[in-house]
């Protein structure tokens, strides 16, 4: 993941970035744990994409179209 990719993330969790200084802000649980939910979607995604790339041959598609629906589908589990 890129620096913009993540702070689009946090922005997106409603987080606001001090990027140029050396301070750490307090953050709500809520907001913390709504960023870790995106960077792991975004992680999940990441890596299911990978698993159709690298799956692409006739005879290994299915697997790679099961690992990436396997993947995908541990961000549904509470």
Same mark, same amino acid.
């Given at each position: 993941?890129?620096?913009?990719? +993540? +702070? @689009?993330?946090?922005? #997106?969790? !409603?987080?606001?970035? /001090?990027? #140029? &200084?050396?301070?750490?802000? +307090? $953050? !709500? =649980?809520?907001?913390?744990?709504? =960023?870790?939910?995106? $960077?792991?979607?975004?992680? @999940?995604? /990441?890596?299911?994409? &990978?698993?159709? *790339?690298?799956? *692409?041959?006739?005879?290994?598609? #299915? /697997? %790679? %179209? $099961?690992?990436?629906?396997?993947? @995908?589908? @541990? !961000?549904?589990?509470?």
């Amino acid at each position: 993941m890129t620096k913009d990719e +993540i +702070i @689009r993330m946090a922005h #997106d969790a !409603g987080l606001h970035l /001090a990027t #140029d &200084v050396n301070w750490m802000p +307090i $953050v !709500g =649980f809520e907001y913390a744990q709504k =960023f870790a939910n995106l $960077v792991a979607a975004a992680e @999940r995604e /990441a890596c299911a994409k &990978v698993c159709l *790339s690298e799956w *692409s041959t006739l005879e290994q598609m #299915d /697997a %790679g %179209g $099961v690992f990436a629906a396997a993947i @995908r589908a @541990r !961000g549904e589990k509470a």
